[in-house]
C-alpha cells in the first residue's frame, strides 16, 4: 500500500535559518502530494500541494517540488521566523486508493528567536 | 479559518460509553472525510462520504460508524468506548473527492476517555 516517510524530529533552529523537512513516498500509481501544518491547538492547514512529477508548489515562502525519479517531496523555507514553529506533515493521495490522505508522522519544528 | 466546523470541541466520557461528533463541511463541498490522530497511530483515516454515499473506508473499527445527512453534515458514532480511542478525530471537506483536489481539515474534537 501507499506509505510517507519523513524525517523525525523535532528540529530546532534559529529564526531567518534554512528549513528542509524531508519526505519520500511509496505509491502504485500516480499521487498527488500535500505539506499540511498544524500549529498547537488547531487543525492541519494546507501548506502546498503538487499534482504531477516536477510540479513545484508553494506558499508564504515555503516551497516543494515533486520529484518523481527519487519519490520525493521535500518541503524547505529559506528564512524561518518565529511564528513557523509548528508540525508538519507530508501526504500523498491517491485516485486508486480512494483519495484518502496517507500522512507521515510529521515532524516538529520549533524556531528560536 | 478553514470553513469545516467540527462540535464538540473537547469530549470527555468513560469506558463503554457512546458519543457522537459532528462535522459541518465547507460550503459546496460535497466529500467528507474523517481521520484520527493518536501519539502512536499518528493520523490515520477512517472513512470518507460522498454526496450521502460513503466511498472508502479506512482503519475503522467496527464499533465506530458514520453517516452523511442530506444537508451533507456528518456524523461519527463511537461506541462501546475503550481508553485506547482517545484521540483527536478530524473531519475534512473537499469538492469532489477527486485526489488532487486539497482536502480542509476542522480544528477537531478531542476525546478522552477516563
Known amino acids: 500500500g501507499n506509505s510517507v516517510t519523513q524525517m523525525e524530529g523535532p528540529v530546532t533552529l534559529s529564526e531567518e535559518a534554512f528549513l528542509t523537512i524531508n519526505c519520500t513516498y511509496t505509491?502504485?500509481?500516480?499521487?498527488?502530494l500535500f505539506w499540511y501544518v498544524q500549529y498547537p491547538g488547531e487543525g492541519l492547514q494546507l501548506l502546498l500541494k503538487?499534482?504531477?512529477?516536477?510540479d513545484k508548489g508553494s506558499n508564504k515562502g515555503f516551497e516543494a517540488t515533486y520529484r518523481k525519479e527519487t519519490t520525493s517531496f521535500h518541503l524547505e523555507k529559506g528564512s524561518v521566523q518565529v511564528s513557523d514553529s509548528a508540525v508538519y506533515f507530508c501526504?500523498?493521495?491517491?485516485?486508486?486508493?480512494?483519495?484518502?490522505?496517507?500522512f507521515g508522522g510529521g515532524t516538529r519544528v520549533l524556531v528560536k528567536p | 479559518d478553514s470553513g469545516v466546523t467540527q462540535t464538540p470541541k473537547h469530549l470527555i466520557t468513560a469506558t463503554g460509553q457512546r458519543v457522537t461528533l459532528r462535522c459541518s463541511p465547507r460550503s459546496g463541498d460535497l466529500s467528507v472525510y474523517w481521520y484520527q490522530q493518536s501519539l502512536d497511530q499518528g493520523l490515520q483515516f477512517l472513512i470518507q462520504y460522498y454526496n450521502g454515499e460513503e466511498r472508502a473506508k479506512g482503519n475503522i473499527l467496527e464499533r465506530f460508524s458514520a453517516q452523511q445527512f442530506p444537508d451533507l453534515h456528518s456524523e461519527l458514532n463511537l461506541s462501546s468506548l475503550e481508553l485506547g480511542d482517545s484521540a483527536l478525530y478530524f473531519c475534512a471537506s473537499s469538492v469532489e473527492g477527486l485526489g488532487n483536489q486539497p482536502q480542509h481539515f476542522g480544528d477537531g474534537t478531542r476525546l478522552s476517555i477516563l
Open positions: 505509491a502504485t500509481g500516480y499521487p498527488s
Open positions: 503538487a499534482t504531477k512529477a516536477d
Open positions: 501526504a500523498l493521495s491517491e485516485l486508486a486508493a480512494g483519495n484518502k490522505l496517507t
